[in-house]
């Protein structure tokens, strides 16, 4: 029988290493490379994805000397003594089916510590630190350190190395004008700028053989101005397969490009006609990257030729058996990857380990708790949001008789409403993974059902995840007809006019205001996407930088909040800055220090810094945070029943989605 998915199915073999199939985990830095136990729940954490039948895995970077760190403290490989741990990590990694890389990255300007290098003295927009400009014997020196860890990591028993030749790090910025001004061998020319990489490479191939794999991730779109533009992004491509490359990995935008390229509101692989562009002109194999969560997608950019490898690594945090569950042809059992970044990038950027919202237990592998139960109990859950889910979910399958009580007649909760908002449409992905596996545990369903108090007191226990209520201000005027709850606008109950005040610029006055000023991208998402952040799709421009072309906006739209400072703070830290740049270039007011004095029926009467406005306005929606649904706890304690509050229903303020699938899931384990 022919399997699900061919071609992602289909071996590679690379003439002395056989990958099982064309699934590549890319690279990420989790923060369990620095724990304080070592590297054992590093190794539980590749183990775990190695089951899950992943055909070769990268690990995160690692430096190859220390002021190529990206911060103190973090992984180096540079003396023979840490090979051992590296050895017990790889030999479990083998023995669980999969071959492994080691990813050698050196930061450059982008290191967070003051000893951090480049190939000149200027500072990156993105770090508090001016770099040393690295001197020709520093350079000779580094490019040692390369070759040296390179042979370290096959010491350690990796099957081979990935280069860091992108994302904006030391290689990449060598490679471009606007971060390389020497004067030397090693600047001007783009031969001179790209001399590093190639000597990167061919001294790896020479010092260790051809029998180990070497992967180059190369930046094929900088996306900054006075990146490489595309002729020259080529030319170093197939002068690195001329010195041994033998796999090519892509990488798109600097970190430090005001452009996004991994975050939900990038379209699906949005970057696929760059890569396929790239595979034209070599012979090695390519591997797509970017915006690749579902295997019916990995399928058809490898059967249409876009790529022969595809690299999933968020994916892989949100469900370690991506692989298998494709190989079993039950693509609908994945737990997807919803591009939020919330648990993964956003902590990691923040100094914490990586975790992912919809799979709490990624980067926890080793902390699992989880056993089937001896005792099994009828639970009731009370409301079908992520809390609820993940609870409902994990009590079912440990065992326990669950009854999941939702007064919609559908799943989802809050999820629900935010997969109405373009560029959240991945939620609707969560939600389909819990319904299938909730259906195939045989829970009991109450779908449409308000539950009463009444309904819940034979059961031996009682979760509440009932969620919330949105808060209504105390605004004078505020029952006037233009006002509506943003529930009502996301669910379509209601249409917003043409003038439309937000009420509350938290995480849901943002989604509101990209709701409302959305146009359809029409045919073709990817053109649209690219047009927007104003991307050089054909031509050959500096970094891949173009001009923006932003449709007119069709809605006048203001954004308020009270307080001080500059809306949207407390948005992630990897995708805030992308939700703010979107809206100011849709032309949407964001004003703070705002107090509201009336709503009549034209408008809004505020103050804005204690100078008073009026807002003629055709409809205010509110977005004014929320009030926790605790309704049902007395009457149950009154009547004795045990029972436990969780997700918004426990605590509405910061109310998070990767908050409450957490708690709803530790509570699955422990009743
Ligand atoms: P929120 O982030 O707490 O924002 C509530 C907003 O309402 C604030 O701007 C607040 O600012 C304003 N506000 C509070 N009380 C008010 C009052 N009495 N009158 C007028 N304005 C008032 O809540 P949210 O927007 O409902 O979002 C809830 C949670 O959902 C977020 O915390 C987040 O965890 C999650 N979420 C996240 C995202 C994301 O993109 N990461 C998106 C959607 C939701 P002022 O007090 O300054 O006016
Ligand atoms: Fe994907 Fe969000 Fe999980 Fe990160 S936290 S892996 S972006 S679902």
Redesign the pocket.
Known sequence: MTPAFPHLLAPLDLGFLRLANRVVMGSMHTGLEEHPAGLGPLTEFYTARARGGVGLIVTGGVAPNQEGALSAGTIGLTSPAQCAAHRALTDAVHAAGSPILMQILHAGRYAMHPQCVAPSALQAPISPFRPRALEEADIWRTLEDFVRCAQLAREAGYDGVEIMGSEGYLLNQFCAPCSNQRQDDWGGTPAQRQRLSRLVVRQIRAALGPQFVLMFRLSLLDLVAGGSPWSEVLSLAQDLQQEGVDIMDCGFGWHESRIPTIATLVPRAAFRHHIQRLKQHLEIPVVATNRINDPTLAEELLQSGVADLVSLA?PL??DPDFVRKAQAGQPERINT????????LDQIFVGQRAS????PWACHEAESTWTHTFAPRRIAVVGAGPAGLSCALTLAQRGHTVTLFEEQAAIGGQFRLAQQIPGKEEFAQTLRYFHTELTHCEITWRLGQRAQCADLLSFEHVVLACGVRPRQPLIPGIEHPLVVSYQALLAGEVRAGARVAIIGAGGIGFDVAEFLTHQHPGADPIAAFEAFWGIDAKGNAQGSLGPASVPPPHRAVWLLQRKPGKPGESLGKTTGWAKRALLQKRGVHTWSKVRYLAIDAHGLHLSVDDVPQYLALDTIVLCAGQESRQELLAPLQQAGVACTLIGGAWQAGELDAQRAIAQGTHLGLTL
């Open positions: 968020r945090l949100a990857c919803i591009a939020c970044n919330q648990a993964c992912c919202l919809v799979n």
